[in-house]
């Protein structure tokens, strides 16, 4: 099954795809990811990707597609995968084109009122990448990660202005992939506002009814 996850930050799309992963048995590919490996490396590329999410803006399409080719290169993926993050503009919906098959889009739809409450309430854990909510999943211990015991620490982008900023770069780049993918009869919009396994139940009915 080879899927594409779209919608808002904040609209849960990595939460949900670890749950379909396991389901499906196939890999959850995130550029988020594969930009926070390249930050951990201090390689050339990871710095300037660190400056660009902080400010809450988009990688280069070059840079991403790149790195995505190489994933999708993986003996991992020949049953399908999940791609969280990838394409957020037409023109990489165009070179996934060019790379795969699409089996179906999910579109996931969250308020941004609800988008902004989501993230600015975010912690994570650096070295696990495990995420929390100080409202709707908090740690055991306030601000500890419950396996490690590290402090959690909360990503510049998910602070109230970089929110902000990066629902404008959505609206204004990423969204027409909406209607890209509505247009070529792969998408499947699914309400992101009620519990994770609530919303997984009601995207796996759509994409059994899509697919098989």
């Not at 400010?55 to 003996?75: N, Q, Y």
């Not at 957020?88 to 902004?116: H, I, K, W």
């Not at 990423?174 to 396994?197: C, F, H």
Request: proline share 6%; net charge neutral; charged share 30%.
């Amino acid at each position: 099954m080879k899927l594409v996850f779209l919608g808002p930050p904040g609209a849960g799309k990595g939460t949900i795809a670890a749950i379909a992963k396991d389901k499906y048995g196939i890999p959850h590919i995130s550029t988020g990811d594969l930009f926070r490996a390249a930050i951990k490396n201090e390689t050339a590329l990871g710095l300037k990707v660190k400056e660009i999410l902080a400010s809450g803006d988009l990688v280069p399409d070059s840079v991403t597609i790149e790195m995505v080719r190489e994933r999708l290169a993986c003996d991992d993926c020949r049953k399908g995968f999940i791609l969280d993050g990838f394409p957020r503009t037409v023109p990489q919906a165009d070179a996934l084109a060019q790379m795969t098959g699409l089996d179906a889009v999910v579109n996931f739809q969250l308020s941004r009122a609800e988008v902004v409450r989501r993230l600015s309430g975010r912690r994570m854990c650096k070295s696990t990448g495990r995420i929390y909510h100080l409202v709707y999943n908090p740690p055991k211990v306030d601000g500890i990660d419950d396996e490690t015991g590290e402090p959690l620490y909360q990503r510049p982008d998910d602070q109230e202005d970089a929110i902000l900023n990066r629902l404008s770069v959505y609206e204004k780049s990423t969204e027409p992939l909406i209607q890209y993918y509505r247009e070529k009869g792969l998408l499947s919009d699914i309400d992101a506002s009620s519990s994770p396994s609530d919303v997984f139940e009601g995207m796996d009915k759509v994409l059994k009814n899509r697919i098989h």
